[in-house]
């Protein structure tokens, strides 16, 4: 059934007719239909997701809904993040081709994207991080993808005019931002009947959540900061469960919640979920598989990530100071040693800004309506809400007292600091 | 001759004409032409402004032309600033009638906004801080239009929904943020054929001014707000000349800069010209008119329009507490403890970014394109460059000092200490 604005919801069969009606898909696929393989594999939390293969090509087709995927269609969401997604996905392409994924066409009508099938062993980051495997291009591949796609789209390489109207392009992109607005920002501190959390082990700690006066003020000016600053285009869901890899290959993929935003948001996202990811191993370890190198190799990661994105990024400034970006003219951050101190201001600020993002955004895990495999997968409850409960400690230190880290070094070692025995 | 696009520069002539096309402004002059007044009286940098009386009404008709009036056609600039002006003058109506004139008729193809007449004896503030008029509502009014256009166009007020479709709205105004980013934020700081100053006694000061690495680290930050956050609505050019008074009336007009942006450079406008009125005082004295009290004034009403708007600001904050804005939940901040944390919070960052943003202004107004006639007016440019080195001095120390200020006290005394046997 095609709806007035041209929109049908497909399924395994009337996406294989769609196909056919598609020159440009037909070709990718080899032009053969015989033997066509499509599976329905959407995991996530939003859309649909089909895989489609035929024996000589491959490609994905993922379809937004006009409501929310997980709950149904008592929370509807505009299918319009489609565009976004698209839109992003082709500009980080753009901007990193080695790690965002081919986009083939879009159909805004029918809100459908289709892009290349990262195909075997590609899977999801989160499932490999609850398996133990180490990827260890992935600190030098996500710190590629982040200094690349939020260097080129601030004002450090933007002409203000191109910002303000790329700006007010993903202004468009409102209800996205508001599931944001309500599940990381505000859910979490109040009560809702969308919050959930491991009962009875954390009622008294996420009750502690919405008590506590200084994290709500914090809270606060981080949540005024993704609603007002239009600092970078940020992708809005860099969770290691927007992340396909392999050894060899890092994939950043959905990003539907792109819009204008603090670059903290996405470094945040990428790190917090890391140290999420840290505090599950305990729930994953077993007799004669204690974790204990693969915590360290997760250590690793979160410090190489934020050093090798803060020197990348700051080489491409260097690179790009006299190019067209419009906060620091050349003429007047001319010298080395006013160069030097605006990047170190700008750099610590961006610090600050990532730890509390990253912060809220373990915390909206642990007690609000979302939560990560990474824990969920721990069957013993107690064992889990062990592990969240740390989490969720460390989280709240971090929110709180995020200023009074210098290095990320200091973040690992407060990290270290709270499971002694563990790790060296 | 009439272009493609429909517009014609009006001359006092071609005006009537307009006027007798266009029934809602007949009916404001009472349909009366015999004993018309027409007369341009634009004395401002961008635009042509005519009065038009009649024996029974009267109106203002502005107009802007594709370029810088006081520049000429050599720096184009988009005509379509009027339609932002007329936007921002309506939604200033709404939220504020007693400080903002009426808007009558707005057409956009001509770049032409009519208004109320703000008859005799309204002046422009800056003629009156220059003649050394008192105006003891002066605090209370601008208090007023502050706190609530502020108030109510920010995230205090807007659901988050409706705040980034009036940011989209409003980045059409990329134009004219250009223009303040250049002569605001980036010649002041660098050599630039605009740049000018009492020269030669302020060429050492204009050089300073392009070598203090210190007070270019602080500026970027200011640029880089004033480009990336948008706060609230704010009028963009909020100086002494573009507000008319008179002893009971305080009226707001020229907001063609309107844009989406931190609140601190309104309110820094508008402070910052106090300040530069006080600093100009020494060369308007005479003999027996040493303007000592004057200039009590001006530092009274630069500590009663703070703390005023702070107050006032502060109550629309409690007074709709539970209302459509999205940034503080009142299920989150609802008891009064944490509210009069997040409110101080708020305000406090407020003053400091206003601090900064008058400095900012300060500086420009004295070794950037634009002068204000409270200098350029002292004929005697010994005089006038001794005025505005302490000026800049006090500039200066306020952009980088901000953060050091508690109270709009301490700033009023750090401007008394620069001028001890001056002032009591
Ligand atoms: N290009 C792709 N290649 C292979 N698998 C993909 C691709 N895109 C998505 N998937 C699979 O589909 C799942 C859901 O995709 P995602 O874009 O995250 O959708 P959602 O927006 O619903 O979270 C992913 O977790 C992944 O397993
Ligand atoms: N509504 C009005 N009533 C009376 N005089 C006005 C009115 N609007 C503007 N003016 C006069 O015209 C001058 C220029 O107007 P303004 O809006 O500031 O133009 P510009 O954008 O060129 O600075 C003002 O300084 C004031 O003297
Ligand atoms: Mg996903
Ligand atoms: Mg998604
Ligand atoms: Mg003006
Ligand atoms: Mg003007
Ligand atoms: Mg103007």
Redesign the pocket.
Known sequence: MVSVDGFRALDEKSLVDYIKATPSLCSKLGNQFEELQVKE?????????Y?VISPSGSL?I?Q?LPYI?CIGESWPMTKERAYF?ALALKEHGRLCPDHV?EVYHFDRAMSLIA?????PP???LRKGLIAGVEYPLLAEHMSDFMAKTLFFTSLLYHSTAEHRKLVAEYCGNLELCRLTEQVVFSDPYKESQYNRWTSPYLDRDAEAVRQDNILKLEVAELKSMFCERAQALIHG?LHT??I?VTQNST?V??P?FAVYGPMGYDIGAFLGNLILAFFAQDGHSSEGENRKTYKEWILRTIEDTWNLFQTKFTSLWNEHKDGPGEAYLSAIYKDSEILVLVQKKYVKNLFHDSLGFGAAKMIRRIVGVAHVEDFESIDDTSKRAYCERRALEFAKTLLKERRGFQTINEVVLAIRELTPNEVA
Chains 1, 2 share one sequence.
Not at 41 to 49: K, M, Q, R, S
């Open positions: 594999v959407g995991d996530g939390n939003l859309n649909f997701v895989i994905v993922k937004a995927r997604e994924p892009m290349r099938y990262l195909e590609h899977i999801i869901d469960g927007s396909m994939q993929i959905d539907e």
